[in-house]
């Protein structure tokens, strides 16, 4: 399809232009539909003759259950962030990325290992469609609101927090749907709250402000993380913005 074709063609070019030659890499994979054909490349690149010896000493950072399935069903090295606290570097996908390569980023529920992954990284690249691009974060496309993972019996206080403190129009703590019966908990045990602030002018003030409630564990507003965006577009090419 037009979409996965420009999400698969944003993840082979930032996999096949970062693939510099460091011997023993770690590499933090993130979670979502995007980074599914960044581990993808590196299976790929693993089975090839000429790269099996150079990819099998990668050693992969997961960023939650869907991630470390990714690894494993690429055929890739598993390790534990605790064993690897120094991150070469990170691939993820975003929800939004505005102009200042500010993300929102939570749309999967992972954010909090995806940030423990992307600011422990020299590098922290972001592959996505090129819909995900905005001027302005809440703008056009991410609707959602800024998800915020929350210790489940904080999250009361912390909505009445945002509403009452930090004007959000609208904030819900997310539901399993049918996936789930009552609220989505998190790889980390926790739940998540989306809060709509309308478009955000200011985003570092924002997770600023968020990240000093108490009961607030971390928020999707990714600020001065990403290095690079390679935004996908349907026909296949790719426009890459650092
Ligand atoms: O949940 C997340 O943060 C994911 O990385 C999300 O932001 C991107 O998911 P997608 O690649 O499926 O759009």
Redesign the pocket.
Known sequence: SPIENA?RAAAYRAVDENLDVFEHKVIGI???????YVAERLGQYLKDAKFTDYVSKFTCIA?GFQSKQLIMDNGLNFGVIEQNPNIDIAF?????VDHQLQ?????????FQ?KLVSTSAEKFIV???SS?RSPRLLGVNWRQGV?IEVVPPAYVKVKNELLSKLNAANVVLRQGGRAKAGPIVTDNNNFILDADFGEIENPKELHDKIKAMVGVVET?LFIDNAAKVYFGNSDGTVDVMV
């Open positions: 999400k993130g979670s979502g539909s995007t980074v599914v960023t993820d996908g975003a929800d939004e993300l929102i980023k939570g749309g999967g529920a992972c954010l995806e592959v996505a469609d995900k998800p999707g």
